[in-house]
């Protein structure tokens, strides 16, 4: 059997970043939520019913955001990015080639690049996630790898954290406010 769709490999979770573009490249606009006079909207972006995206935000697709989302005002979001359902992205914050899971809660003036954020996070105010090449240890042997950060579900953080690129962070970490965090965290840690 014939199929016409695209295959992309996903061996690690920055893999699905490829993937997410790949697939956000084939939609076209669909605008099923409501978006407040003085916001601006680009290319193809998807907007699930129950979603707002408030005055002054700007959203340049492909972009995907899914039902019952609050945007901005003020927030940025750029190509290649998909924002699950019940999510909110407060003002200022620059989102782009990210996937946000539903739930997930991110305060005002945060950046996320490049990255995969699980479940019900929760980041705080001025967080940001820098984007580059690493070295990123699986099971004890090294890839190369050019993304931000995979956070696990449920992770919580609070005001100014910075994120270095290639930071993989476990399911349930608690990260405390103006922390500088890399490399791997083990689930359910506390950094402070």
């Known amino acids: 059997q014939t199929s016409k769709g695209i295959w992309s490999d996903a061996i690690f979770a920055w893999d699905l970043l490829n993937a997410n573009s790949l697939a956000l490249g084939m939609n076209d606009s669909k605008v099923l939520g409501e978006v407040e006079d003085g916001a601006k909207i680009r290319g193809p972006v998807q907007i699930g019913e129950g979603s707002i995206i408030r005055s002054g935000s700007y959203l340049v697709g492909p972009v995907s955001i899914g039902k019952d989302c609050d945007i901005g005002p003020n927030a940025t979001i750029l190509p290649s990015t998909s924002v699950g359902d019940s999510a909110r992205i407060a003002s200022h914050s ?12 991110i305060g005002s003036g945060t950046i996320v690049s490049d990255s995969v954020v699980g ?41 100014r ?8 962070v476990g399911t349930g970490v608690r990260i405390g406010s103006g922390t500088t965090i890399r490399g791997s965290i083990e689930r359910d840690s506390r950094v402070i």
Do not use: H
Not at 151 to 157: E, F, Q, S, T
């Open 94 to 105: 620059e989102i782009r080639n990210s996937i946000i899971m539903s739930g997930v809660r």
């Open 119 to 159: 479940e019900s996070c929760a980041l705080g105010d001025q967080l940001v996630i820098e984007s580059g090449p690493s070295a990123v240890e699986v099971e004890e042997a090294f890839y190369r790898a050019d993304f931000g950060a995979v956070l696990a579900d449920d992770v919580a953080a609070g005001s």
């Open 161 to 168: 954290v910075l994120v270095s690129p290639g930071t993989i």
